[in-house]
């Protein structure tokens, strides 16, 4: 830059003033405009570059003194791993008190995003497409027990999307244990023609369904994806005979232990009869809310997206295997029937598609799924046995036991922004981070409305769906995506390093009811209705902070004072079509208890009193719902019973159906 300077005066005649003939100096005033710019560009990229310079130097500083902490962090999670099966006590705490040392696994960031290490250590949010990491270098334990899969499968189901394809089989390729599985490829029709991206696979075999509607000709895409479904798993389990099927779409990228975990996973389904699937995907895995790669948990929200399950599932569903909706049909209580899912607090699958059948345009994707967190190193599962249902729920319990209760929202609002890292920015292409002080709110604001998002690979293809009667919208086409507030004023922000620090990871237990769920969800920016939930438990890890939201209501594991009480007076009363259950609890001489509705918002208690003949479906919105559809002229519902994930109210009334109503006598 200097010498493009001293180039440009060179071309500068200097300028000599009259009254002066022993002195001479250089008149700013002889630049043409020309000059000036050129001057003041170069002096704007001379500061830029030292500016750089600065900024690069204490980045490298910060990862040097990062690194000189790691050993301790490498200690501690190597001893975690040690002793994961040394007890009861010991799965409690490698279940949920890691500490922040031993979530360190391969931390990858600088001193001052320590609030977040939890979250960052051995995961990435953009994943190479051909790599993803080298599981080859990493000890596989078998905990205490573990099984050979008979004859697994591979099915990854694709209609239109090449591009996106490409991606996925380079990544399933390319895992480890990959040789051990027969692997499918079923496209929905023949269009486009997939020879040329099938023809490096010579594992590979290719079906063709023929994509003709079974339902009608005005059918959507989760009518095509449903029936895609029935017919590809015929075809491995029941044409084929094989064991288990890890079934995928044609979106995803892959960790390198994503076979690992239905490996390691496959003998539980077999010892547990209270679990039916395996997946890879977490619906709360975003970034910022998870943190430990080894850790699994059970859910009984089914969340499909890279999931498996045995041929004796499939033989049990087959038969009543639905149309069209077919997740939400899975979490139905007449078919899930009390069972649960397990799957990793890490996803070990990342969603590429940005365009898919319900992904609105790639707003979902960009509110949720590009922030989800994909685990990036191979790990060591360990001891398993704690998923087990009994050990399971006792750890639970204990959990609960010992948290620390948080009932006021503005409290909980103001510890989440005090426990969120300082926001990131981009600017020419260097990572500026504010790990101090805060000039003053509104320039806060704008530094958070500013973050730039990573460049992720993209979403899933099962997102927002709306019907008629509405959908519920979510990651699965089933649940309302929440919104995230913009950070308030926080005062200041240390830099701290977690690398050696035993501290445990405090726990706070968050009460609440249904109808305040879509507020919390904001503060934690995750989506709404509530997902990957059990038994009215959700566990989330914000940064350094673990918290249970815990619906009282459904919740078995909370004390009796805190738990919620049905009323034994309540009675259920079914409504004529078209009215509010205000109105008929009101002719029954009763008032309805809105408190008690989200109780019979359940197919099982549908039946006593619907006939229901077409079945139920699940994930329906309305305040109205659950319900009845009773009228002839609601073509596409009429007969079915519906289902929500949501709240109901008591005034709510649809002209088409008839509802189910809990009425109380005060």
């Not at 910022?288 to 089914?302: A, E, I, K, P, Y």
Request: aromatic letters at 10%; a negative charge.
């Amino acid at each position: 830059y200097s010498v493009l300077i001293f180039v440009r005066m060179a071309r500068i005649r200097p300028s000599f003033p009259a009254s002066s003939s022993s002195s001479m100096r250089c008149s700013f005033g002889a630049w043409s405009g020309q000059d000036r710019v050129f001057a003041m560009l170069i002096i704007l990229l001379f500061v830029w570059g030292s500016g750089t310079y600065v900024l690069l130097n204490n980045t490298a500083a910060g990862h040097k003194k990062h690194a000189d902490g790691g050993e301790g962090a490498a200690a501690a999670s190597a001893a975690a791993a040690a002793s994961a099966a040394s007890g009861h006590h010991r799965h409690f705490e490698a279940l949920y008190g890691q500490t922040r040392g031993q979530r360190g696994g391969d931390d990858a960031s600088t001193a001052a995003a320590a609030a977040a290490a939890a979250a960052a250590g051995g995961m990435v949010r953009s994943p190479d497409a051909d790599g993803l990491g080298d599981a080859d270098d990493v000890g596989h334990g078998m905990g205490d027990e573990s099984m050979e899969m008979a004859n697994p499968a591979i099915v990854i189901l694709t209609y239109n999307r090449p591009q996106y394809l490409r991606e996925t089989l380079r990544s399933i390729f390319s895992l480890r244990t990959v040789s051990k599985y027969k692997v499918y490829l079923s496209q929905d029709g023949d269009k486009p023609d997939l020879g040329a991206i099938v023809k490096d696979y010579p594992a590979l075999t290719l079906y063709h369904r023929d994509r003709k509607p079974q339902l009608d000709r005005k059918q959507g895409g989760t009518a095509y994806l449903a029936q895609h479904y029935k017919h590809i798993l015929d075809r491995v389990f029941v044409e084929h005979k094989h064991s288990h099927a890890i079934v995928c779409e044609d979106d995803m990228v892959f960790a390198p232990d994503f076979l690992d975990l239905f490996e390691r996973t496959a003998y539980l389904l077999e010892r547990d009869s209270s679990l039916w699937c395996v997946s890879s995907w977490n619906d709360y895995g975003l970034h910022g809310l998870v943190s430990d790669s080894r850790r699994l948990f059970r859910t009984s929200f089914f969340p499909g997206l890279g999931w498996m399950l045995r041929r004796q599932l499939w033989e049990e569903l087959r038969e009543d295997f639905p149309l069209d909706q077919w997740d939400h049909w899975m979490r139905i209580d007449t078919v899930a029937k009390n069972r649960d899912c397990i799957v990793p607090e890490v996803n070990r699958n990342y969603n590429i598609g940005v365009k898919g059948t319900n992904m609105e345009g790639g707003s979902f994707y960009k509110k949720y799924l590009q922030r989800m967190e994909m685990n990036a190193n191979a790990v060591d599962f360990g001891d398993l046995s704690y998923l087990l249902r009994d050990e399971y729920d006792e750890l639970v319990r204990q959990m609960i036991s010992t948290a620390t209760v948080v009932n006021d929202l503005d409290k909980l609002r103001a510890q989440l922004l005090a426990n969120e890292p300082p926001p990131q920015r981009k600017w020419g292409g260097i990572l500026l981070k504010k790990t101090r002080h805060w000039p003053n709110p509104k320039s806060r604001r704008r530094l958070a409305a500013a973050t730039i998002e990573d460049d992720g690979l993209g979403g899933g293809d099962d997102a927002p769906q709306a019907q008629d009667r509405g959908r519920e919208d979510d990651g699965d086409g089933d649940g309302e995506p929440g919104r995230g507030d913009q950070p308030d004023e926080q005062g200041e922000d240390e830099e701290s390093d977690s690398s050696g620090d035993s501290s445990e990871s405090p726990v706070y237990l968050v009460p609440y009811v249904l109808e305040d769920f879509e507020k919390i969800a904001k503060m934690f920016k995750i989506m709404a209705p509530p997902r990957s939930i059990r038994k009215g438990v959700i566990l989330l890890r914000h940064y350094t902070h673990t918290y249970l939201l815990v619906d009282i209501r459904v919740c078995p594991f909370l004390p009796d004072e805190m738990r919620f009480h049905p009323n034994p007076n309540m009675r259920v009363v079914t409504a004529r079509e078209g009215e509010s259950c205000t109105k008929a609890c009101s002719n029954a001489m009763m008032d309805c208890s809105p408190e008690h509705l989200q109780l019979v918002n359940k197919c099982s208690e549908l039946k006593k009193h619907f006939a229901c003949e077409r079945g139920c479906m699940g994930g329906v919105v309305g305040d109205d719902v659950p319900n009845y559809v009773s009228n002839k002229s609601k073509k596409d519902l009429y007969q079915y019973c519906l289902t929500s994930y949501g709240a109901s109210s008591c005034g709510a009334r649809h002209w088409s159906t008839q509802r189910i109503c809990t009425c109380v006598d005060w």
